[in-house]
């Protein structure tokens, strides 16, 4: 199984976009036989940097520069890969573009992806038509993720997203120094309960993901959803690509939850054994997020957003909510 890269060589690249000037974005399409015209539009990004552009010939593309040392060539080539198969099969995942039958791109010690530009407005999730249809489409994804493996994409496990990411925050010396051995022992308690979890449920079945399917990576039109950035693709189980979209009470969870899944059982199986695996997940994603701001934190872009990461409020709100999420772990989980 292949890891990110972005543990060894983070460091390296304390200010990774310093040289991607707009004039460098538009040299970089230029040297794959696209030119803009000037007018570049930033697109809410932190991971990567996300440009619209408008071309000469008067349509515009959007245009990702992948963060340095975040995945190989090969991890970027095979998530570029699964957006092209579903795409082949009519799902509307906006995939890049190929230029000379390429599609990742190189200039000035930079990667880059171009994609078409799609609009779309945020769905309403409080509308069960809305649920169902997300939920048909989710289906049809994970129909053809579960058809092959990924080589070269991590896996989400209890390892990846969870241990990893503690033993980099320990190491970092960014937990606030009075508060790191209570967060440590929460952080810990809470992977046991996870690892316990996933351990009674083998053989747990993972497929090729979104990975990062929430509301913000739906785009919504009168023709319905269209899914965007599949940069956190990855194996796992299935209700990863399930849980991030239910809200509110269990009983408005549980209600939205079906709606889902009346959708994505009319394309792909769901084994009902991995509701039991939504609130592990939502506490790896929560121990995950906090070791990605502590990653990028050398990135300025990121104390400028993120201000109060670190601070001591910070981690007792942390310490705080991992215990909300080990007592939530013991409670029955959603039904169908």
Wanted: hydrophobic letters at 40%; a negative charge.
């Amino acid at each position: 199984m292949s890891v990110p890269v972005e543990c060894a060589v983070i460091q390296k690249h304390s200010r990774p976009y310093e040289g991607l000037t707009p004039d460098a974005v538009l040299d970089a399409l230029e040297s794959i036989g696209l030119r803009g015209d000037g007018r570049l539009l930033a697109l809410n990004s932190y991971e990567n940097r996300v440009y619209q552009v408008s071309l000469e010939d008067g349509g515009y593309v959007v245009v990702k520069f992948y963060r340095p040392g975040r995945w190989s060539d090969a991890q970027i080539l095979e998530e570029h890969g699964f957006a092209h198969e579903l795409s082949d099969r009519e799902v509307p995942v906006v995939s890049p573009i190929k230029v000379k039958n390429e599609s990742l791109h190189k200039f000035s010690g930079f990667r880059f992806a171009v994609y078409p530009r799609r609009g779309g407005r945020t769905p309403e999730l409080e509308d069960e038509k809305v649920l169902e249809w997300i939920g048909r489409f989710l289906g049809r994804i994970h129909a053809i993720g579960a058809a092959k493996r990924f080589r070269h994409r991590p896996a989400l496990t209890a390892g990846t997203f969870g241990e990893e990411a503690r033993d980099w925050l320990v190491s970092s010396g960014m937990v606030a120094a009075d508060l790191q051995e209570v967060w440590l022992g929460v952080v810990d308690e809470a992977l046991d309960k996870v690892k316990r979890t996933f351990d009674a449920m083998q053989p747990v079945k993972a497929i090729r993901l979104h990975g990062d399917c929430h509301v913000g990576n739906i785009l919504w039109t009168d023709d319905g959803p269209h899914f965007v950035d599949l940069d956190d693709a990855r194996m796992g189980p299935a209700a990863q690509d399930l849980w991030m979209l239910l809200s509110g009470e269990r009983n408005a969870a549980q209600a939205g939850l079906k709606k889902l899944l009346d959708g994505y059982r009319q394309f792909h199986d769901f084994d009902e054994r991995e509701l039991a695996l939504i609130e592990p997940l939502r506490t790896l994603r929560l121990i995950h997020y906090s070791a990605w701001l502590a990653r990028r934190w050398d990135d300025p872009a990121f104390p400028a957003a993120f201000p109060w990461f670190g601070t001591q409020r910070y981690w007792q709100d942390r310490i705080l909510e991992l215990r909300e999420q080990t007592a939530a772990m013991d409670e029955p989980p959603l039904t169908v």
